[in-house]
C-alpha cells in the first residue's frame, strides 16, 4: 500500500475563507485550524476571481505563518482552472482543494501541472497534495478511479450542496439514512486507499447551531470520519475537540494495549479485558488511537509556537 495519510496526516479542522477577503486572511492565523483553505471558487463573485489571483501570493504566507496547512481552492472549468493554480503553487502552498472531480484524467492533468511548477518554483518535488472533493454523481461513481490517480492525492470529501443539487436530494431529517449511503462510500474509499475522510453527517452551513454542530461532528467520527471543512472560524474548535480521541478512548486504549501484550508475554493472542474478549484487530486500533494523539499534540504544540513567533514579530 502506498502510503497512508490516515495514519500520518492531522487534518481535523479545514477553514474555508474567502481569497478576496483581506481581513479574514490576516486573522486565518488566530484561528488554530490543521488547515487554512483560500478559495476562489464558491465565495469569490465571478467578477473578482482572476484578480483575487494577483493576492495569493502573499495571502498564502499570511494564512500559514500560524503552522496550519495552506491549500487554495481553485475553479475546476476550462477557463480558470490552469490560471488559478498558477498562481496558487508558490513556497508555502500545501495542497490544493480541487472541486467538482469527476476523472481520474482530471486528476493527473492537475499532477502534471503541479510537477512542473514545482520544479520552477523551487519547491520539493511532490509538495503539494490534492485535496479532492466529488460534488456530481459522475465523480460519485467515479471515486476509486480518481482517488487511486495519484501519489499527491491526501484526503477524499463529498461537497454536500452540490451533490444534492446534482441528484435532486434533499437535506432534511427524512432523507437522513439515504445521505448514508454515498457519505459512507466516501469513508470506505478513503480508508481504502489511505485518503483522509474529511466529512460531516450533515451540512456545514448550519454552523450557527453549535450544539448541533457539535453533536454532528461527534458522530461523523464515530463513523469513520477524520476531519471535515467549516465556514465559521468558530466551528474550529469544535472540530479539532470531536475529531480527537477522547480522554476516555486515550485511557482505555493504553488499558487494552498493556493486558495485549501481557497476555502475548505468557504466549497467548487473546485476553480478556473488562469482562470483553480483546485480540489483535482490538490491540491494533487501540494502538491508532495513540498514535493520533500523539501527533494531534505534536501538531498543537507546533501551531501554538507558530502563533507566538507571529505574535512576537
Known amino acids: 500500500m502506498e502510503f497512508d495519510y490516515t495514519q500520518n496526516l492531522i487534518r481535523r479542522s479545514r477553514l474555508i475563507m474567502p481569497a478576496n477577503e483581506r481581513k479574514y486572511v490576516e486573522k486565518a492565523h488566530l484561528r488554530n485550524a490543521d488547515a487554512v483553505v483560500l478559495d476562489l471558487e464558491d465565495s469569490v463573485p465571478v467578477s473578482e476571481k482572476v484578480a483575487t489571483r494577483a493576492v495569493l501570493r502573499d495571502s498564502i504566507l499570511l494564512a500559514g505563518k500560524s503552522g496550519s496547512d495552506v491549500l487554495v481552492r481553485v475553479n475546476n472549468t ?32 492537475l499532477d502534471r501541472l503541479l510537477t512542473e511548477l514545482e520544479r520552477k518554483r523551487g519547491i520539493p518535488a511532490g509538495h503539494v497534495k490534492i485535496s479532492i472533493i466529488a460534488e456530481t454523481l459522475k465523480g460519485y461513481l467515479n471515486m476509486q478511479e480518481t482517488t487511486s490517480a495519484s501519489h499527491r492525492i491526501d484526503s477524499l470529501s463529498l461537497g454536500t450542496e452540490d451533490f444534492a443539487t446534482n441528484t ?9 439514512h439515504a445521505w448514508l449511503i454515498p457519505r459512507m462510500q466516501i469513508v470506505f474509499v478513503a480508508h481504502a486507499y489511505g485518503k483522509l475522510p474529511l466529512n460531516l453527517l450533515g451540512s456545514m452551513a448550519a454552523f450557527g447551531d453549535t450544539a448541533g ?4 461532528a461527534i458522530h461523523s467520527y464515530k463513523h469513520g470520519f477524520l476531519g471535515s471543512s467549516c465556514i465559521h472560524p468558530g466551528n474550529v474548535e469544535i472540530l479539532n475537540r470531536c475529531f480527537s480521541p477522547t480522554p476516555e478512548e486515550i485511557a482505555y486504549s493504553q488499558k487494552l494495549i498493556d493486558a495485549f501484550e501481557r497476555s502475548l508475554a505468557a504466549g497467548r493472542a487473546s485476553a480478556t479485558l473488562d469482562g470483553r474478549m480483546i485480540d489483535y484487530p482490538h490491540y491494533e486500533k487501540a494502538k491508532k488511537i495513540l498514535t493520533r494523539s500523539a501527533k494531534i499534540r505534536a501538531l498543537e504544540q507546533k501551531k501554538e509556537k507558530a502563533r507566538k513567533a507571529a505574535t512576537a514579530g
Open 78 to 109: 476550462n477557463e480558470l482552472l490552469q490560471g488559478d493554480v498558477e498562481a496558487a503553487v508558490w513556497p508555502g502552498l500545501d495542497g490544493i482543494f480541487f472541486p467538482k472531480v469527476e476523472t481520474g484524467q482530471q486528476v493527473r492533468d
Open 168 to 176: 435532486g436530494m434533499e437535506l432534511s431529517e427524512a432523507t437522513y
Open 213 to 216: 454542530f457539535e453533536k454532528m
